[in-house]
């Protein structure tokens, strides 16, 4: 596809922030970490004009449209305080950009070392969550980089106030640029557009993955979907089994790190699973169960036989998969099959058991009694991330500052030749 489709004006807008990328690289720590704060203050103070344009964006949003989305798409004023809380972590954080990964004197005199260095363009696109834009945009800022933002549609009202609170913070050149234009073809011509964007970073559902894979000719840093799964094995604690389970899935359902299949050893199944279902009867969780289960849960409203295409689907929503397990091989034979390597967890008072699923599982991030929610830059201390990656090159888990960079090489010499 060609990049005629991109209007002039657009593309010029581009070329100045490709241009705003060789400034940025060399930005000082001190300037960078002012300006984090800076927007965090604005954003706190001119919250009520940022809930105000996303009580719009919600006044839009069709009745049709799941609870699931709709929560993600909603501020308020507790998640505009954690965005502002996001913004000054990050700014106390150290600044990766310069970063001696190694160094040495080879015999012949050189030094070499190798320094951490910022990607350049990265172009993030997004669904529904306004607070990705100031998220992705202080992980990009801090490590020295400029970001090119599109998301959704549907938060668009929200969008412009928060980026015209980013313009008014950042200054000219601004080191982002919003696309407000919702036009799939646009993104198409921007992925084809290696000559001005360094490295895509989709963040959403599986057919905006697959989509920006098909199109994209630069690299991706791909945060796909989270299929997650908690193992309850039969030397569990139950109450704190429950805990964690009830944690992972029913405190915020429509998030990549939220459980979608629960796994229970059969010789626990009739204890613990009455127990959690009582935790879950209030918020109308819908059970998707096995045979084993169906029989422990027998006559209980909003229960179901799973069918194949249930274990193999991210629900994002109060819905939950129940399978009864043998053993800790049969979990993970079944973790093996339908995972997306994104978050799995154990709950076990055997340490070898848990050290052995830790070993085996190929996940991203692999728990031992704790909830799958806390794969999450802000959690993990990492002030936020772009998003959690389920790839293995060049990162693997939540993306934050240092994975925004990359090693090059840096050699001084003395007149030396080969």
Known sequence: MSGKLLAPDFESDIRRLRACARSQRSLSADRKNAKLRELAEA???????????????????????????????????QRIAGMAESLRQVAALPDPVGEIVEQKILANGLKVRRVRAPLGVIFMVFESRPNVITEAFSLAYKSGNVILLRGGSESRATADVIYELMQKTLGEPPPFLGVRDYDRDVVAALLQRKDLIDITVPRGGEALIDFVQRTALMPIIKNDRGLCHTYVDDEADVDMAVKIVHNAKVQRPGVCNALETLLVHEKVASTFLPKLYATTESVGLQWHVDPVSNQVLKGLARVQPASEKDWDTEYLDLILNCRVVKNLDEALQHIERYGSKHSEAIVTANETKARRFQDEVDAAAVYWNASTRFTDGFELGLGGELGVSTQKLHVRGPVGLRELTTPRWIVDGRGQIR
């Open 43 to 77: 954003l706190v103070r001119e919250s009520a004009r940022v809930l105000a344009a996303n009580a719009e964006d919600l006044a839009r949003l069709p009745a049709t449209q799941p609870a699931a989305f709709r929560d993600r798409l909603t501020l308020n004023e």
